[in-house]
Protein backbone atom coordinates (compact mmCIF):
# COMPACT_ATOMS: atom_id res chain seq x y z
CA UNK A 1 0.00 0.00 0.00
CA UNK A 2 2.73 2.60 0.93
CA UNK A 3 4.60 1.79 -2.44
CA UNK A 4 1.52 2.22 -4.51
CA UNK A 5 2.28 -0.83 -6.26
CA UNK A 6 -0.24 -3.61 -6.02
CA UNK A 7 0.47 -7.19 -6.07
CA UNK A 8 -1.07 -9.45 -8.06
CA UNK A 9 -4.06 -10.33 -6.22
CA UNK A 10 -4.82 -6.90 -5.33
CA UNK A 11 -4.79 -5.89 -8.99
CA UNK A 12 -7.01 -9.15 -9.59
CA UNK A 13 -9.65 -7.68 -7.41
CA UNK A 14 -9.25 -4.26 -9.00
CA UNK A 15 -10.00 -5.23 -12.53
CA UNK A 16 -12.67 -7.90 -11.26
CA UNK A 17 -14.57 -5.16 -9.49
CA UNK A 18 -14.10 -6.42 -6.09
CA UNK A 19 -12.17 -3.24 -4.51
CA UNK A 20 -12.93 -0.09 -5.87
CA UNK A 21 -9.87 2.48 -6.61
CA UNK A 22 -11.61 4.84 -4.21
CA UNK A 23 -11.00 2.13 -1.69
CA UNK A 24 -6.83 2.08 -2.44
CA UNK A 25 -7.12 6.54 -2.54
CA UNK A 26 -8.69 6.09 1.13
CA UNK A 27 -6.26 3.11 2.19
CA UNK A 28 -3.54 5.29 1.26
CA UNK A 29 -4.81 8.42 3.05
CA UNK A 30 -5.64 6.80 6.16
CA UNK A 31 -2.02 4.93 6.31
CA UNK A 32 -0.44 8.58 5.90
CA UNK A 33 -2.82 9.77 8.61
CA UNK A 34 -1.59 7.02 11.09
CA UNK A 35 1.30 9.00 12.04
CA UNK A 36 -0.21 12.11 13.31
CA UNK A 37 -3.43 10.23 14.47
CA UNK A 38 -2.73 7.16 16.59
CA UNK A 39 -5.69 5.83 16.90
CA UNK A 40 -6.07 5.50 12.85
CA UNK A 41 -3.71 2.01 13.21
CA UNK A 42 -6.60 0.11 14.88
CA UNK A 43 -9.38 1.05 12.60
CA UNK A 44 -10.58 -1.38 10.34
CA UNK A 45 -11.20 -0.16 6.63
CA UNK A 46 -13.62 -2.32 4.90
CA UNK A 47 -15.14 -0.39 1.87
CA UNK A 48 -15.59 2.77 0.28
CA UNK A 49 -18.42 4.34 -1.41
CA UNK A 50 -19.04 7.58 -3.56
CA UNK A 51 -22.28 9.07 -4.64
CA UNK A 52 -22.94 12.64 -5.68
CA UNK A 53 -20.55 14.48 -3.60
CA UNK A 54 -20.48 12.50 -0.54
CA UNK A 55 -17.92 9.53 0.39
CA UNK A 56 -19.07 6.92 2.73
CA UNK A 57 -16.10 4.95 4.57
CA UNK A 58 -17.39 1.35 6.23
CA UNK A 59 -15.01 1.18 8.95
CA UNK A 60 -15.19 -1.96 11.60
CA UNK A 61 -17.78 -1.94 14.90
CA UNK A 62 -16.62 1.28 17.29
CA UNK A 63 -13.92 2.34 14.92
CA UNK A 64 -16.40 5.38 14.32
CA UNK A 65 -15.18 6.75 17.85
CA UNK A 66 -11.84 7.03 17.01
CA UNK A 67 -12.40 8.48 13.42
CA UNK A 68 -14.36 11.52 15.21
CA UNK A 69 -11.68 12.09 17.49
CA UNK A 70 -9.42 14.49 17.50
CA UNK A 71 -11.76 17.68 17.55
CA UNK A 72 -13.16 16.04 13.83
CA UNK A 73 -9.87 16.94 12.69
CA UNK A 74 -9.01 13.84 11.12
CA UNK A 75 -12.67 13.50 9.40
CA UNK A 76 -11.86 17.48 8.61
CA UNK A 77 -8.56 16.09 6.75
CA UNK A 78 -10.54 13.24 4.57
CA UNK A 79 -12.83 15.90 3.57
CA UNK A 80 -9.87 18.15 2.36
CA UNK A 81 -7.89 15.87 0.89
CA UNK A 82 -10.73 13.87 -1.45
CA UNK A 83 -13.34 17.44 -1.70
CA UNK A 84 -15.93 15.39 -0.98
CA UNK A 85 -18.63 15.39 2.18
CA UNK A 86 -17.62 12.47 4.26
CA UNK A 87 -19.83 9.63 6.21
CA UNK A 88 -18.59 6.88 8.27
CA UNK A 89 -20.80 3.91 8.77
CA UNK A 90 -20.01 0.72 10.83
CA UNK A 91 -20.01 -2.56 9.45
CA UNK A 92 -22.04 -5.48 10.74
CA UNK A 93 -24.69 -3.23 12.45
CA UNK A 94 -28.35 -3.95 12.11
CA UNK A 95 -29.95 -1.79 9.91
CA UNK A 96 -31.25 1.11 12.40
CA UNK A 97 -28.21 1.54 13.15
CA UNK A 98 -26.44 2.14 10.22
CA UNK A 99 -29.67 4.15 9.06
CA UNK A 100 -29.28 6.17 12.34
CA UNK A 101 -25.37 6.80 11.38
CA UNK A 102 -26.10 7.27 7.76
CA UNK A 103 -28.46 10.38 8.67
CA UNK A 104 -26.89 12.14 11.75
CA UNK A 105 -27.56 14.53 12.62
CA UNK A 106 -31.28 14.31 11.80
CA UNK A 107 -32.95 12.27 14.26
CA UNK A 108 -34.69 9.04 12.88
CA UNK A 109 -38.19 8.65 13.98
CA UNK A 110 -39.42 5.67 12.32
CA UNK A 111 -38.36 3.18 9.66
CA UNK A 112 -40.74 1.41 8.22
CA UNK A 113 -40.50 -1.92 5.60
CA UNK A 114 -43.29 -1.23 2.82
CA UNK A 115 -43.74 -4.54 0.14
CA UNK A 116 -44.02 -3.57 -3.01
CA UNK A 117 -46.53 -5.32 -5.82
CA UNK A 118 -43.91 -6.53 -7.57
CA UNK A 119 -42.66 -8.41 -4.98
CA UNK A 120 -39.65 -6.22 -4.06
CA UNK A 121 -39.38 -4.02 -0.88
CA UNK A 122 -38.69 -0.09 0.22
CA UNK A 123 -37.35 1.12 3.87
CA UNK A 124 -39.52 3.97 4.77
CA UNK A 125 -37.09 6.18 6.65
CA UNK A 126 -38.93 9.20 8.54
CA UNK A 127 -36.16 11.80 9.74
CA UNK A 128 -37.29 14.81 12.17
CA UNK A 129 -36.84 18.10 10.14
CA UNK A 130 -35.07 20.67 12.12
CA UNK A 131 -36.79 24.79 11.30
CA UNK A 132 -37.39 25.75 7.94
CA UNK A 133 -33.98 25.15 7.02
CA UNK A 134 -32.85 22.90 4.06
CA UNK A 135 -31.82 18.86 5.54
CA UNK A 136 -28.04 18.82 6.43
CA UNK A 137 -27.50 15.96 3.69
CA UNK A 138 -27.90 15.25 0.83
CA UNK A 139 -30.97 12.98 -0.03
CA UNK A 140 -30.23 11.18 -3.65
CA UNK A 141 -26.52 10.76 -2.26
CA UNK A 142 -27.97 8.78 1.09
CA UNK A 143 -30.02 6.75 -0.89
CA UNK A 144 -27.45 5.98 -3.61
CA UNK A 145 -25.36 4.78 -0.69
CA UNK A 146 -27.48 2.51 0.90
CA UNK A 147 -28.31 1.11 -2.27
CA UNK A 148 -24.61 0.27 -2.68
CA UNK A 149 -24.12 -0.78 0.97
CA UNK A 150 -27.08 -2.79 1.81
CA UNK A 151 -29.36 -3.20 -1.64
CA UNK A 152 -31.56 -0.94 0.25
CA UNK A 153 -33.83 1.13 -1.33
CA UNK A 154 -35.20 4.33 0.88
CA UNK A 155 -38.16 6.30 0.43
CA UNK A 156 -37.27 9.66 2.84
CA UNK A 157 -39.36 11.41 4.38
CA UNK A 158 -39.20 14.48 6.94
CA UNK A 159 -41.40 15.17 9.90
CA UNK A 160 -41.25 18.19 11.95
Not at 70 to 90: A, H, P, Q, V, W
Not at 109 to 133: A, C, M, Q, S
Request: aromatic share 6%.
Amino acid sequence: MKSGILCSKCQAKVKTGQVSDAYFRIARLLLSLEEKYPPLQDVYFHKAVEANGVLALIVGRGDVARLLGYGGRIIKTISDETGKTIRFLEHGVDDRKFLEDMFAPLPVITINTIWLPDGTTETRVILKKRGRRPPPINVEAMKQIAKKVRNMVLRIEFSR
